[in-house]
């Protein structure tokens, strides 16, 4: 057989590390109002502390956030603009028209649901829609109530809800006496990674991100955008056509060498319990799911949960479909970062 090959070059990902102040106030406010993993996070002692003195406006402005989920809208408006700064994020955002804004707030679920969030995004006081669109995300964790939310309120509330935390959190971050080094280790890591290898981009993203990924149908753009606000934790969100992966920082980037970093501490933290090192023990004989390991351990599924949370922050552990599983490499780069931090390898 012969065959005549007529096709055109094939076409790659667009790959890229992005960021921008915008995006590391919106992963801040994202990871402030995250009251289930919120005691996770590397800031939540100072957000602790953060809250006695924060006026009283910004408060009202996050515990709506946390109400409502409206920090996932404020990353896909975020995706769309690609604002360099909050008054250009605002520009584009009172620029924006009706049907494009919820166009883009809308959350995409899959292709064959797309004709259906079109027609929701066009029809914005159409609850038959709304309520259609809104059920095909029952059981996630957020989304369907996010959904709602969009609904249940109108453009104007929205957008004044959006700029309110956005402003206030970013003259609230502007004091921070270490912001400058952020947004300049931010602004390095982008530098750093221009030029990445889009025909190897699956490569390239476990290097710069951390986490494998597989490609996706649809999917023709990736953005790789660096925080520090988030941190451990990698966050992961897509549109119909973007995938983006908010990945943690190096550390080293931020600290002096003698302060240890926070990877070490959590690591110790999730380390220095009985019953966190018997699950790990555990699991390194095999990967396990949450029920059986709440009757091999005889405690409740909530209970065993929360431990496993604390190990995952530490990345010692992962989960899969509900099946969790020791990183045995994430716990060799723990002893090794130690000796690191003690010179115990010179």
Known sequence: ????????????????VEQSPVWEWIVGIAGYTH??????????D??????????????DSLAKIEETNLWYGLLLLQNKFG?????????????????????????????????????????????????????????HAYLSGYVWQLYGHTRAELSELFMSVLSEWQDWMAEKPYI??????????????????????VKEIEHVAGVAYAPEPSIWSVKLIPHVSYRPW?????????????????????????????????????LGDGLRLNV?????????????MSERFKMSKTTLHHQLTLLKAAKFVKVDKGVYS?????????????????????
């Open 83 to 139: 604002a360099k700064s909050v008054d250009e994020f605002f520009k584009r955002l009172a620029e924006i028209s009706e049907e494009r804004f919820y166009d883009v707030l809308l959350p995409y679920r899959s292709r064959s649901a797309e004709a259906l969030r079109e027609q929701a995004a066009q029809h914005p006081e159409d609850s038959g829609w709304w309520t259609s669109y809104a059920n095909l995300f029952e059981g």
């Open 46 to 59: 100072e957000w602790t502390q953060d809250a006695k003195a924060m006026p009283a406006s910004l408060l």
């Open 280 to 292: 790990l023990h555990y699991l390194c004989q095999g990967p396990a799911p949450l029920q059986e």
């Open 1 to 16: 057989m012969k065959i005549i090959d007529a096709a055109l070059p094939e076409e790659t990902v667009h790959l890229a």
């Open 180 to 201: 400058s080094k952020w947004l300049k280790a931010l602004a390095f890591e982008e530098q750093q990674h221009r030029g990445l290898d889009s025909a190897n981009a």
């Open 35 to 44: 009251g289930q993993l919120r005691l996770t996070f590397e800031m939540d």
């Open 234 to 270: 990698l966050l992961t969100i897509r549109t119909a056509d973007v995938k983006l992966f908010f990945y943690p920082v190096s550390e080293q980037q931020l600290l002096d060498p003698e302060v240890p970093p926070n990877e070490l501490i959590q690591g110790h933290k999730a």
């Open 326 to 346: 020791i990183q045995p490499e994430k716990l060799k780069a723990f002893s090794t970062q130690l000796n690191r931090y003690l010179k115990l390898d010179e």
